[in-house]
């Protein structure tokens, strides 16, 4: 199902990731690739560890041993400011529990990380309304995040992750929030997206049918990927 080839470099690579929390271990040896335009779905249990995993991997949280290495860059040795540099050009992360800034609009929002990028407000504004379009929320451009919906702040949450054309895309249970016909249109919205652009994308799901959208799965358990032919 996979349209990579097998022999080609992964575009990011975690390898042996622990991470402990206080006293609770999240991570136990995670290791896992994803491809360039790969898109690969991670399940698990909750408790399992894999918002931790998406973190490490968006290099949001720097892992207590083990590497991840994007384009041949160690992410986890990255200084602090190179490290945020290439999360602002190449990254795009949807966190589970949402992260828009309550104080601004959808269309503020989704505009920022383009301002960000030295873009004109005009511009800027333009490009976010087509990508709130596409992702059926144009109609709340005006709200701020405090009075959408669950499922719309996904949404926009969406479009801000697509907004610059990253290399990567992590997003954390994008449809958690949506009923299945509304998590449909999202995901193939995303997919759509992913395909035409080559954008990979680490898409966190508990359900099967979201899943089923990606050219890969891997599960977690108590922290570890479940190796090859052992996943239930
Ligand atoms: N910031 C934190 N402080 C303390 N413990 C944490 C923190 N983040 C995660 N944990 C713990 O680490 C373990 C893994 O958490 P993680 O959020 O990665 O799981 P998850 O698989 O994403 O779960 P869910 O499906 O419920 O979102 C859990 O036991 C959790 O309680
Ligand atoms: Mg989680």
């Not at 966190?95 to 030295?118: R, Y």
Request: proline share 4%.
């Amino acid at each position: 199902m996979s349209t990579h080839s097998e022999k080609s470099a992964p575009l990011l690579a975690a390898r042996g990731l622990t991470k402990t929390h206080g006293r609770t271990p999240a991570l136990r040896g995670a290791s896992v690739e994803l491809h360039a335009g790969e898109i690969l779905a991670v399940t698990g249990a909750s408790g399992s560890g894999k918002s931790t995993l998406l973190h490490c991997l968006a290099g949001i949280v720097r892992p207590d041993e083990g590497s991840v290495v994007y384009g041949g860059t160690r992410l986890d040795r990255l200084p602090e400011k190179r490290l945020s540099e290439l999360r602002r050009t190449d990254f795009g992360v949807v966190f589970q529990f949402g992260q828009l800034i309550p104080e601004l609009t959808a269309l503020d929002n989704v505009a920022l990380p383009l301002l960000l990028a030295g873009a004109s407000r005009g511009e800027a504004h333009r490009r976010a309304g087509e990508w709130l379009e596409r992702f059926g929320v144009l109609g709340q451009k005006e709200l701020r995040p405090g009075e959408m919906s669950g499922g719309q702040a996904q949404r926009v949450s969406l479009a801000r992750a697509l907004v610059t054309g990253p290399k990567v895309v992590f997003a954390d249970e994008p449809t958690g929030a949506l009923d299945s016909l509304s998590g449909e249109q999202v995901m193939s919205a995303l997919v759509h997206t992913a395909r035409e652009a080559r954008t990979a994308v680490l898409l966190i799901t508990h359900d099967a049918q979201v899943a089923a959208y990606a050219d890969r799965e891997v599960q977690l358990r108590d922290g570890a990927v479940v190796p090859l032919g052992v996943a239930a």
